[in-house]
């Protein structure tokens, strides 16, 4: 016996607008934190794009605290340096991706530098913490582009970075949010199906192309061309068509919503202004950074 599933219907379509962040970096957000929450556990989607050497040296994200949240980078052309406060050093090229999780405190820059061709081309996602792991010990996942497993079908290329798909479980675990975190791309005229938890939240960034989200038996989709930020209503599969003129790669996300109180404030999410002044006040006593240093050590 088939089951039914319930597709999910495109509840809003984002168009990305320009900020400013860090040193003078050009950047299109599709959403930031706020107090509404309205894509929980996501709190923020970044996508920064350099492909013009006029724009001249890109200056990145010098020095900064977070605490609370997870920062996601994931790399499709040129690189970020990045180097933290718990001693981490390295850099994230095509492909790779870093899953970030801040706990209690992190200090950290991260600055994009150009690729081969002159771009800088990745997205920074940021995922909530519940309470309970918001002042957790800081850690790290970083996958190279190497060990992130890719499913084929006709027509169909999809990355898994993190959740499960065609029966691939990505690289990218332990994440309190459960996400399930997809580089798609397809053929014109090919379609993607994603079973996704009902009662999780779903987005698609549309980066490259044109596409129809959203569309199955009776049902129409929406129709969108690149750059959007795509949000599903609840339902338990995603559908994705390439257009028949044009090919079509989008970042596929969903998680289970934390269904808390944030308060965000700049590189910090907590869930009340209490949490945010003492941030600020271990900031000013040099006791952002507790000592990392692992036990017996
Ligand atoms: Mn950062």
Do not use: C
């Not at 950047?27 to 001249?56: C, I, K, M, T, Y």
């Not at 308060?263 to 202004?273: D, E, I, K, Q, S």
């Amino acid at each position: 016996m088939e089951t039914t599933r319930t597709i999910r219907r495109v509840k809003q379509v984002i168009q990305p607008r320009f900020v400013i962040e860090g040193a003078d970096v050009l950047l299109q957000r599709s959403f930031g934190p706020s107090r509404a929450n309205p894509v929980d556990p996501f709190l923020l989607f970044d996508h920064f794009a350099f492909n013009d050497p006029a724009e001249g040296p890109i200056r990145g994200f010098p020095t900064h605290p977070h605490r609370g949240i997870e920062t996601v980078t994931y790399m499709l052309e040129g690189n970020v340096r990045h180097r933290d406060s718990i001693g981490n050093l390295g850099v994230i090229g095509p492909g790779d991706v870093q899953w970030m999780t801040s706990g209690r405190g992190i200090l950290h820059e991260e600055m994009p530098q150009r690729g081969p061709q002159g771009v800088i081309y990745g997205f920074q996602l940021w995922v909530n913490l519940p309470a309970a792991q918001k002042m957790g010990r800081p850690r790290y996942q970083e996958v190279k582009a190497e060990g992130i497993p890719v499913v084929e079908a006709p027509g169909v290329r999809v990355r898994v970075v993190a959740g499960e798909y065609a029966g691939v479980r990505g690289p990218v675990t332990e994440i309190a949010a459960r996400p399930l975190y997809l580089d798609a791309a397809l053929e014109p005229g090919a379609e993607l199906r994603v079973p996704v938890p009902a009662g999780h939240t779903a987005v698609a960034y549309l980066f490259e192309g044109e596409g129809e989200f959203g569309a199955g038996p009776g049902q129409p989709g929406e129709v969108a061309g690149a750059v959007r930020m795509i949000l599903f209503e609840d339902g338990d599969e995603l559908r994705a068509r390439a257009a028949e003129n044009s090919p079509a790669r989008f970042m596929l996300i969903a998680g289970a919503p934390i269904r808390e109180p944030i308060f965000p404030y700049g590189p910090f999410v907590m869930n009340t202004r209490e949490e945010i002044e003492q941030a600020l006040t271990d900031l000013r006593n040099g006791t952002f950074v507790q000592d990392e240093a692992p036990a017996g050590a």
